[in-house]
């Protein structure tokens, strides 16, 4: 599988000037928080969730589901093109991860068939510190 490069491409050292050490970690070295720690495990706001790397648009509140996994968990991206994915086989197991598809950031993984009432059958288990919540507008 062929991956298009980023739109938005920075050097490590620019990374590491833009990002905090723990947003660092995740995003761009595939890190993971600890559950239940996240800022937007269990928020309800209305708004739009973009990538705190580069800002483009990820997911909207309304996919946002309660999975009680300890992250924030979506059934499906805010637009087709938003995220990619990649088969990610560390930690001895097969698993999918999500990136921003604008920089490349790691966001989490997705997971299949796991009996969650949604439309899509999809939980996109994202970092909370990959994302940044804009709140819907009154």
């Given at each position: 599988m062929t991956i298009p490069e980023p739109k938005v491409q920075l050097s490590d050292d620019e990374w590491r000037e833009r990002l905090t050490p723990e947003e660092y970690?995740?995003?761009?070295?595939?890190?993971?928080?600890?559950?239940?720690?996240?800022?937007?495990?269990?928020?309800?706001?209305?708004?739009?969730?973009?990538?705190?790397?580069?800002?483009?648009?990820?997911?909207?509140?309304?996919?946002?589901?309660?999975?009680?996994?300890?992250?924030?968990?979506?059934?499906?991206?805010?637009?087709?093109?938003?995220?990619?994915?990649?088969?990610?086989d560390s930690l001895g197991m097969r698993r999918t991860e999500v990136l921003c598809a604008s920089c490349h950031s790691h966001l989490g993984h997705v997971f299949e068939g796991e009996g969650y009432p949604t439309p899509t059958d999809l939980r996109y288990c994202i970092n909370s510190i990959s994302l940044r919540l804009v709140p819907a507008a009154d």
């Open positions: 970690y995740v995003l761009r070295q595939a890190g993971t928080e600890r559950p239940f720690t996240g800022e937007y495990t269990d928020t309800k706001t209305e708004g739009v969730y973009t990538c705190r790397a580069c800002g483009a648009e990820l997911f909207r509140s309304a996919e946002k589901f309660e999975s009680h996994c300890g992250w924030p968990s979506f059934f499906d991206p805010a637009s087709s093109d938003a995220v990619i994915t990649r088969p990610d």
